[in-house]
C-alpha cells in the first residue's frame, strides 16, 4: 500500500522560507514515478505547484525564481524549498505520486504566509 506523508508546513512571515518533505512509503518505483506537489487555498481549487519527472522539473508561473522540488530517491523523498514567501502562498499543500496509470496523494500540510 503506497502511501505519503506531507511534513514541513507552518506559519512564517512574507519574505520567509520553509522546506515541505513529503515521503513515500510502500513502492520499489520512487525514482521513476513521477512527483508533484499541489497546494488548495479555501474557497479556490487545488492546483498544480510543481513537478518532477523525468529529472526534469516544472513549476507554476506563480512560483517561479522562488520555489524549488527536489528528490532524494535513496530516502524516497521529495522536497519543496519555498523562498520569498508571499501571504498568496497561504495554503494547505499536497504531494503526489504518480506511477503508471495510479495516483496517490499525501495527507497534506498546512503553509501560512502573514503579511
Known amino acids: 500500500q503506497v502511501q505519503l506523508v506531507e511534513s514541513g508546513g507552518g506559519l512564517v512571515q512574507a519574505g520567509g522560507s520553509l522546506r515541505l518533505s513529503c515521503v513515500v512509503s510502500g513502492t520499489v518505483f520512487f525514482s521513476i514515478g513521477q512527483m508533484a506537489w499541489y497546494r488548495e487555498a479555501p474557497g479556490s481549487q487545488r492546483e498544480l505547484v510543481a513537478i518532477?519527472?523525468?529529472?526534469?522539473?516544472d513549476y507554476a508561473d506563480s512560483v517561479k525564481g522562488r520555489f524549488t522540488i527536489s528528490r532524494d530517491n535513496a530516502k524516497n523523498t521529495v522536497y519543496l524549498q519555498m523562498n520569498n514567501l508571499k501571504p498568496e502562498d497561504t495554503a494547505a499543500y499536497y504531494c503526489?505520486?504518480?506511477?503508471?496509470?495510479?495516483?496517490?496523494w499525501g495527507q497534506g500540510t498546512q503553509v501560512t504566509v502573514s503579511s
Open positions: 503526489k505520486f504518480s506511477f503508471r496509470t495510479n495516483d496517490y
Open positions: 518532477s519527472r523525468y529529472g526534469s522539473a
